[in-house]
């Protein structure tokens, strides 16, 4: 059974950095088909996704609002995966997500739809203030 667990939110100032983390567990790695990535939703919103990566073949994809600011890595040793947030703005005041899904690369990092990510994690918040 996959079970992601986020943390790592909290409240900065616009400007600030933050850097969630996502532990997983019985994701099955090796099989070149593993997609992780993060999503975010703030009140009253649909839920947008960020940023997502190929975690066995390689490949990142990143939303526009947040390309050149936010990082997605992993640590597979630690079964960890990050999102390292710089230069953050108010508008990216949300509630967290991770994400795990099998399946191919373009709808991993090209096309993506949160509806066919199967695992998600409770969520963790950021708030920006500016």
């Known amino acids: 059974q996959v079970k992601l667990v986020e943390s790592g939110g909290g409240s900065v100032q616009a400007g600030g950095s933050l850097r969630l983390s996502c532990a997983v567990s019985?994701?099955?790695?090796?099989?070149?088909?593993?997609?992780m990535g993060w999503f975010r939703q703030a009140p009253g919103m649909e839920r947008e996704w960020v940023a997502s990566m190929f975690v066995d073949a390689g490949g990142t994809g990143y939303a526009d609002s947040v390309k050149g600011r936010f990082s997605i890595s992993q640590d597979r040793a630690k079964n960890i995966m990050y999102l390292q947030m710089n230069s953050l703005e108010a508008g990216d005041t949300a509630m967290y997500y991770c994400?795990?899904?099998?399946?191919?690369?373009?709808?991993?990092?090209?096309?993506?739809?949160?509806?066919?990510?199967?695992?998600w994690g409770q969520g963790t918040q950021v708030t920006v203030s500016s």
């Open positions: 994400a795990a899904r099998y399946g191919d690369r373009f709808g991993c990092t090209v096309v993506i739809d949160a509806g066919n990510f199967r695992y």
């Open positions: 019985g994701f099955a790695y090796g099989n070149g088909n593993g997609c």
